[in-house]
C-alpha cells in the first residue's frame, strides 16, 4: 500500500472520525481507523466504537492499494504538526506505516486490517433527504439538556418523535431541564422513527460536528441504528434501548403567569450575575413585579448582585429561583428579539420560549434556596 495525498485534505478527513475513535477501550483496534484505497485517486477510512461507525473517503494519488489499520490519533497529530504540504505514506513488508513529510520521516505500528469491525454501509436504504444546517441547528438547539453524567432516572439522548405527519420533535432532558425543538420534514413518514427513537449522547455530538459543511444530508432508521449519509459522509449510530419518559408530564399545560424581557439585554444581565456564583452557590432569584424583574445572586464567600429590568408584566408580585446556568443554557438558543417566560406556580418548571415559535421551548425547575 502506498498513496500521496495533500496533508489538509488528510487532516480535515481526521478531523471527522477521531472523535469517533474510543481512546479508553479494551479494544486497542477501535482506536485505530481503517485506511483503504479505492482505485487510482481515492482512499477510504473507516472508524468505529461499535455504537457509532463512519465512512468518509479522501482524494489521493494511489501507487499501490492496500489496507492498514492505523491509530487515529496518531496519525492526525502527525498530520497536524508537519508543515509541508504532501504527505507519503507507505506500507512495509514488517507492517509499519511510514509517514514522509518533506525531511520529516515516521513510523507507526498497525493492527491487521481483517481483525478491523465490519462497517455495514446501507446505501440501498432510502430515506428522507433533510437540509444539513437547518439539522445542525434543530440539534444544537434540542440537545443541550441531554444528562452528561450517569443517572439511573433520565436517558442520555436525544429523543425523537413525529408530531403531525410534518414535523418530527428532538426533546432532551436531565431531569433538572428540558429542551425541545421541531424540525418540518418533506417526508416524516420515510424517516422511519416509528413512535419515537433515542440517539446517544455521543451521536448527536458528532452529527453537528461532522455535517458542518454539508449542504443536504440523508436521514433514515434501519435496524435500530440511525444512518445518517452525504455524498461525503456515512454515519450509523447505534440508537439507545431504553424507553424515553412521557416529558409533556412535566411541562405545565396551563400557565397563566407570564412576562416579556428582551433577550439580549436579559442574557447579558445574567451573565453578569453568574459572576458572583459557583458551584454551591448556583442560583439566581427571579422577584417579578409589575413592569419590573429583579435578578438576584450572590454567596456569603463572594458577595451578591442585584440588577433591575424592564419587563412586560402584569401580576401579583412572585419569587422563584433557578440555576443560572440552566436559564443562560435555554435563553442562548433562542433567536427572537423578546423572551417569553411562562408559569404556574413555584413548584412547576417555568418555560422560557420565543413568542411567536411554539416549536422551541426550554423548561427550567425551580431550586428551593
Known sequence: MKFHVDREQLLKTLQKVVGITDKRTTMPILSHVLLETLGPSQTAVFATDLNLSLRTHFEASVEEEGRVCVSARKLFELAREVSVDELSLELLANQRLTIRAGRSYFELTTLAPEDFPHIAIHDDVS??????????????RASYAIPVDEDPFSVPGLYWHVLDGKRIRMVSSDGHRLAYEELALDSVEALGVGEGVTIPRKGVQEMIRMFEKEESVNVVVHESRLIVASDAVFLSIQLLEEEFPDYELIIPEERPHHLSVHREGFFLALKRMAV???????????????GELELESGNPELGTARERLDVQYEGDAFTVAFNI???????????????????????????????DNPG??????????
Open 127 to 140: 430515506g428522507v433527504r433533510v437540509s444539513a444546517p437547518e439539522l445542525r441547528a434543530a440539534l444544537s
Open 325 to 355: 446556568r440552566y436559564v443562560l443554557d435555554a435563553i442562548q438558543v433562542l433567536e427572537s428579539d423578546a423572551v417569553r417566560l411562562e408559569w404556574l406556580d413555584e413548584f412547576h418548571g417555568a418555560i422560557f420560549c420565543e413568542p
Open 276 to 290: 458572583l456564583t459557583d458551584q454551591t452557590w448556583r442560583h439566581v432569584r427571579f422577584i417579578m413585579r409589575e
Open 360 to 369: 422551541r421551548l426550554g423548561l427550567v425547575m425551580p431550586m428551593m434556596v
